[in-house]
Nanobody, 115 residues
Framework: QVQLVESGGGWVQPGGSLRLSCAASARFLSFGVMGWYRQAPGKQRELVADISTRANTNYADSVKDRFTISRENAKNTVYLQMNSLKPEDTAVYYC?????????WGKGTLVTVSS
């Protein structure tokens, strides 16, 4: 049973920073693309950023130049550094990982940006 466990969410004021982490409990499984999605109240889940095993990255336009995704392949871990946070970044952030046969999701971590 593969589990993705997110951490690092919380409350922050506008302009602040948070770092999300996601660790996959899969000792003998490797993932292709790993990424972060988010879902705000009343909205559909959307891609925030993803990263390949070769560190090719893809970002939503709304977070470019503010968020940075990275990963440690040996640890099956992916990170999301979020800077210059805005109230519209408030959402539940979900980790995503794709193996050769399946797509996995974490349970989500809440990020709240408000003054």
């Amino acid at each position: 049973q593969v589990q993705l466990v997110e951490s690092g969410g919380g409350w922050v004021q506008p302009g602040g920073s948070l770092r999300l982490s996601c660790a996959a409990s899969a000792r003998f499984l490797s993932f292709g693309v790993m990424g972060w999605y988010r879902q705000a109240p009343g909205k559909q889940r959307e891609l925030v950023a993803d990263i390949s095993t070769r560190a090719n990255t893809n970002y939503a336009d709304s977070v470019k130049d503010r968020f940075t995704i990275s990963r440690e392949n040996a640890k099956n871990t992916v990170y999301l550094q979020m800077n210059s946070l805005k109230p519209e970044d408030t959402a539940v952030y979900y980790c995503n990982a794709v193996s050769r046969t399946m797509t996995y999701w974490g349970k989500g971590t809440l990020v709240t940006v408000s003054s």
